[in-house]
């Protein structure tokens, strides 16, 4: 037997008022049941609107691992080790490192029981660290697909198209920069403006350092002459706007909308302020914006291949340091840690302005 806790929930609400430290235990593992430890699990915007209960995917409860009250385990992305196999495991061994192919299968706990066929093996885990494998899945793979699924990048002219994000500073935003980079699709960032001038500077120049052509702040997008800016950064609109990526709502992603070209895209994927978005008609009518959305849970399901293969490239474009790690905020998790702790760190993901994602390590 190996002994296991996890941070569960047996009723929706805040993450510091429902989670809670559940102590249970595994058995050997038999047939094509692996026996995992946690390396790294990070706290994604999402894993606590789940909590909240105001996700539209929701885990269903359990008592499968021996607690009374029905419940089910939070977080949905990380990477994990194989401690031992059942004698009808084919793929995976001792040591291997795994994620789960599916979101929804609770990854804040030290160790955990599931069925070979839910895991992905990581191939060739050398060069890799537990943090960019634990954080791959989601947030790498949004940014990917949304680049490539929705809008046909002229590659003969690579470097002359453009994308423009907001939440640019956000995992997801972040890995649009770098594969936007990568790509020759030349990027438009908006950020929140920091406290003070430096710390804005000092956000602008990261994102810059990681290959965006031009970071500006909501407030100058909003308040200064943003028409002219976006005419000078496009070489006066010799170089379209192809594609907005939305992560924020309201009036950011309305000015996002009004930057791009005809026939172009807008994607949203957060809704971070909780502001509708407003759209003149005009951008329908005369410019034929199309507004489209991404869920990348249930663009793996239905993908699962094509997810394996996206996570594969992010992972060789790290390897080869092409891909730079996102700011973390590391929260250690050991045998001793209490679960208040634990569920306070989660309970701080949505506070905003964070210098990085909340990451649990074992
Ligand atoms: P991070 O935790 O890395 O970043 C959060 C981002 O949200 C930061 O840029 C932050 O900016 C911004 N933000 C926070 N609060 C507000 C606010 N009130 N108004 C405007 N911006 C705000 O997040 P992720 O990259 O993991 O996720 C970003 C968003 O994308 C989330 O909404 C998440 O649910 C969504 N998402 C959606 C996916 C999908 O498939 N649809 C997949 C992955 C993520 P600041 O630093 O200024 O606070």
């Given at each position: ?41 990070p706290m994604n915007p999402a894993d606590v609107n789940q909590i909240q209960g105001v996700y539209p ?269 996102i700011p973390v905020d590391e929260v250690k998790w050991d045998w001793e840690s209490e679960g208040s ?22």
């Open positions: 037997y190996t002994q296991a806790k996890a941070l569960i929930y047996s009723k929706y609400g805040e993450p510091k008022d429902v989670l809670r430290l559940h102590k249970h235990s595994i058995s050997a593992p038999h047939a094509t049941q692996v026996n995992l430890r946690l390396l790294t699990a995917s929701k885990p269903p409860f359990s008592t499968d691992l021996g607690n009374a009250e029905p419940a089910a385990v939070g977080g949905n992305e990380g990477a994990f080790e194989v401690l031992s196999t059942g004698a009808g495991v084919k793929n995976l061994s001792k040591g291997d490192w795994v994620i789960m192919k599916r979101t929804g299968l609770g990854t804040w706990r030290t160790h955990a029981q599931l069925d070979e066929s839910q895991l992905i093996k990581i191939e060739n885990k050398e060069g890799l660290t537990p943090l960019q494998v634990g954080t791959v899945s989601v947030n790498p793979v949004t940014a990917y697909r949304m680049l490539r699924d929705f809008c046909e990048w002229d590659w003969m002219r690579a470097g002359e198209e453009w994308m423009i994000q907001n939440g640019a500073n956000s995992g997801v935003g972040r890995a649009a920069i770098q594969l936007g980079r990568e790509w020759g699709i030349k990027t438009l960032n908006v950020v929140r403006q920091r406290k003070t001038p430096e710390e804005t500077e000092a956000l602008k120049k990261e994102l810059l350092d990681l290959g965006a052509t031009v970071v500006i702040t909501e407030e100058e997008m909003l308040t200064g002459n943003f028409r002219d800016m976006v005419h000078e950064f496009t070489r006066q609109g010799r170089e379209p706007i192809r594609l907005a990526l939305n992560c924020v709502g309201g009036k950011n992603a309305t000015a996002l909308a009004k930057t791009l070209a005809p026939d172009s895209h807008m994607v949203t994927y957060g809704a971070m302020s909780k502001q509708p978005i407003a759209l003149p008609s005009g951008l329908l009518i005369f410019k034929n914006l199309a507004f489209d959305g991404f869920w990348v849970s249930k663009w793996g399901d239905k993908n699962p291949e094509l997810k394996e293969s996206t996570i594969k490239d992010v992972l060789q474009l790290t390897r080869s340091g092409k891909f730079r790690d702790e634990l569920a306070e760190s989660v309970q701080g993901t949505l506070g905003g302005y964070r210098s990085g994602k909340g990451v649990f390590t074992f």
